[in-house]
Nanobody, 126 residues
Framework: QVRLVESGGGLVQAGGSLRLSCVLS????????MGWFRQAPGKEREFVAV????????NYAESVKGRFTVSRDNAKSAVYLQMYSLKPEDTANYYC???????????????????WGQGTQITVSS
């Protein structure tokens, strides 16, 4: 069974940076496409970023393009989300997700991901 554990959340001022980490256990990380979703209070959960199992293909939500970078280290079974120029609207609970990798498929829909972490809270103060 795949287990995802996030870390790195916290409180940061607008314009600041944070790096989230997520470790996959229970299976081989390189068999999975991994990424991040987020959910702000009172809002629906939304896609943030995804990285292919090779780490060579990425996709981002328009709202974070140019500010967030997703990457992975399969040797550490980990995926990362480096966030720069944080805004108050980035405040949310951030979830790490994983989906068994399929050739040529980089999923961005919530329903595409079977495995979810518990989430880590990021609060950006203005």
């Amino acid at each position: 069974q795949v287990r995802l554990v996030e870390s790195g959340g916290g409180l940061v001022q607008a314009g600041g940076s944070l790096r989230l980490s997520c470790v996959l256990s229970g299976r081989t990380a390189s068999d999975y496409t991994m990424g991040w979703f987020r959910q702000a209070p009172g809002k629906e959960r939304e896609f943030v970023a995804v990285v292919s199992w090779t780490g060579t293909v990425t996709n981002y939500a328009e709202s974070v393009k140019g500010r967030f970078t997703v990457s992975r280290d399969n040797a550490k079974s980990a995926v990362y989300l480096q966030m720069y120029s944080l805004k108050p609207e980035d405040t949310a609970n951030y979830y790490c997700v994983a989906s068994f990798a399929r050739a040529g498929v980089i999923p961005t829909l919530e329903g595409d991901y079977r495995y979810w972490g518990q989430g880590t809270q990021i609060t950006v103060s203005s």
